[in-house]
């Protein structure tokens, strides 16, 4: 039994949600998001509430049942506050510079890294905290993962990109003569 899927959605004033056979469209402040609706699940807004109920008690439309309501509470949640994601930068001489849509990356390597931001991402860099946001949880957890497979951090110095809070398992390197 899905416990997620049977939550029922709360819809913030100033968002509205429209149901039809092709999918779920949400705009809200921030923008709009669509979503395909998968076979066997329906959705019924009533009041203030979304309520998403599953035809049968199958297996696989179980999973699709906690998966569609996490996906319309992420949209809602998405184009009412948005999502963010905080990168930082270790290391000497690694630098990040923001120019137009592009993130300019100096990385260590023998040539500058670009990084061009998808369309609805958004990045802001204050020293070296990168703040990557938008109104698609998915397309900003995509862009970050992106930018920290740019130079991940390495044990023995912790040199590279991580998220803000992310723990770094530390090598002692080489124990020589003692």
Known sequence: ?????????KVPSGVTVTVDDNGIAVSGPKGALVQFSMPGISIKQEGEELIVARANDESPLRAKHGLM???????????????????????????????????KFNLGFSHDVMYSLPEGISAAIEQNVITISGISRQQVGQAAAEIRALKKPEPYKGKGIKYVGERIIRKSGKSGKE
């Open 1 to 9: 039994m899905s416990r997620v899927g049977n939550l029922p959605i």
């Open 69 to 103: 309501r996490a996906l319309l509470a992420n949209m809602i949640k998405g184009v009412s506050d948005g999502f963010s994601k905080k990168l930082e930068i270790n290391g000497v001489g690694y630098r990040v510079n923001l120019s137009g849509n592009a993130l």
